[in-house]
Every structure is written in C-alpha cells, then in structure tokens.
C-alpha cells in the first residue's frame, strides 16, 4: 500500500492506495470484460483513480528533470559570461582537441551550451520523462473513455443486480469477492 501526504488547509492529509504490480498490460486495462461487467463497473472508479496518480508521479518525475535541465543549462550560461567578462568578451569552450575561444553573442551561448555533452544528457533526459508522461496521459483519458462507456451500457442496473452477476476474480487489477450478508 502506498501512501502520499498532501497539504491541505494547514494540515497533512494522508491518501492512501494499492499498489498495482510491476508490469501493467495496457490493453487488460483499457479493454472490457464484457463477461463481467458488473465487476468492471465496480471496479473502474479505482482504476481510475491510480492512473491518475501515476500520471500525476509522472509529471512531477518530468517537471523535475525539466528544471534540473533549465538549472543546468542557466549554470553553464552563467559560467560562461563570469569567463567573458574576465576574458575581454570570450570564453572557451572544448571542442575534442583542447578548447577553443569564442566572442560571447547569444547565439554563441546557445550554441556553446547545446554542445554540452552533460547538457545533451539531461535533456535527453527530459525528453524520456517527456514520453513516459505521455504514455500515462494516453493511459489516463483510454480508461476514462472506459469508465464513461461502462457508464452507458450500465445504466439501467439495480443494486440487486450487481450483487447477483458479479463475478468473482481481478477486474482492472482489483480483486472482488463475493460476501455474503445474513
């Protein structure tokens, strides 16, 4: 079970939510067991809900590694005008045989900087956290489209319905059990 605190109004509000297991088949998920559909109903809010927050860890994992790249890029900036002040306008850069000395211009910077191998790195590094979000905003709207589908076909059910057809088994990787009441 994973837990995140999150402020609200002064004070620490716990969420709490089961975990999925390490691999997820999408198309499990996005798809409907039409042979259960009592257990897709039941089950498809919470589905939803745990899209939901991974979609929301992984756009605070690509909102981290954009500003890491941008704190980056900003440092090396700043390192290279204190260079350029000192040396009568230009700063060096390595260019695989030792360094060479460039007037400083803004094309200049943004060049300089965009050849940064570490730079190179971090915003590959951006683009990554940048696709995975994508994949889990594809996965988030495909189980919506789910949820509002099941809501359609499901409309004219009662209670006493759902108690008799559900059947027992994972359903969007929740499990249900019947129990029963005396």
Known sequence: ???????????????????????????????????????????????????????????????????????????????YRREANINSGKFTIPDGIGETSIKLTEESLKSAILLDIAYQ?????????????AFMDSLYWSIQSKDKKLSVIMKPTTPADFCNEIIEGSVNGIMIKKVTLE
Do not use: W
């Not at 790195?121 to 979000?133: F, H, S």
């Open 1 to 79: 079970m994973s837990k995140v605190v999150v402020p609200f109004g002064g004070k620490a509000v716990i969420l709490s939510f089961g975990d999925f297991d390490e691999e997820i088949d999408v198309d499990e998920l996005t798809s409907i067991q039409y042979d259960n559909l009592f257990g897709e109903i039941v089950t498809v809010s919470a589905l939803l809900n745990r899209i939901g927050i991974l979609k929301a860890e992984t756009e605070a994992a690509y909102s981290h590694k954009k500003l890491e790249c941008d704190i980056y890029e900003a440092n090396l900036a700043k390192q």
């Open 121 to 133: 790195n971090k915003k590959k590094g951006v683009i990554e956290a940048q696709k995975n979000l």
